[in-house]
Nanobody
Framework: VQLQASGGGLVQTGGSLRLSCAASGPTFEGATIGWFRQAPGKEREFVGAINWDGSTKPYADSVKDRFTISRDNAKSTVYLEMNNLKPEDTATYYC??????????????????WGQGTQVTVSS
């Protein structure tokens, strides 16, 4: 499977963006998809994840009540709706397929088939 994240850009504080994660290949079916982000000099951070049936795992505290993950299985696409953006949300955002179920869902090591990432920059 290949994942491709898109939709990033430059936005002002308080603005919104919707990121897309388009998947190709059969692995998308039934898969849990996670969103992560990584700012320069920082570790990759879990944002949230969504199961095949649309149920979501708890979001990171830093994005709770501002970010929403959804998916359209017919389009093999997962979305990350980001509202009330803050400068600290500036990062490269990645999506990935959860592959290793024995590992915590919040760790990047539980995932594979990472997309190439899309840059989000929030200006103050």
């Amino acid at each position: 499977v290949q994942l491709q994240a898109s939709g990033g850009g430059l936005v002002q504080t308080g603005g919104s963006l919707r990121l897309s994660c388009a998947a190709s290949g059969p692995t998308f079916e039934g898969a849990t998809i996670g969103w992560f982000r990584q700012a320069p000099g920082k570790e990759r951070e879990f944002v949230g994840a969504i199961n095949w049936d649309g149920s979501t795992k708890p979001y990171a505290d830093s994005v709770k009540d501002r970010f929403t993950i959804s998916r359209d299985n017919a389009k093999s696409t997962v979305y990350l709706e980001m509202n009330n953006l803050k400068p600290e949300d500036t990062a490269t955002y990645y999506c990935a397929v959860r592959r290793f179920l024995s590992r915590p869902i919040t760790t990047p090591r539980a995932y594979g088939y990472w997309g190439q990432g899309t840059q989000v920059t929030v200006s103050s």
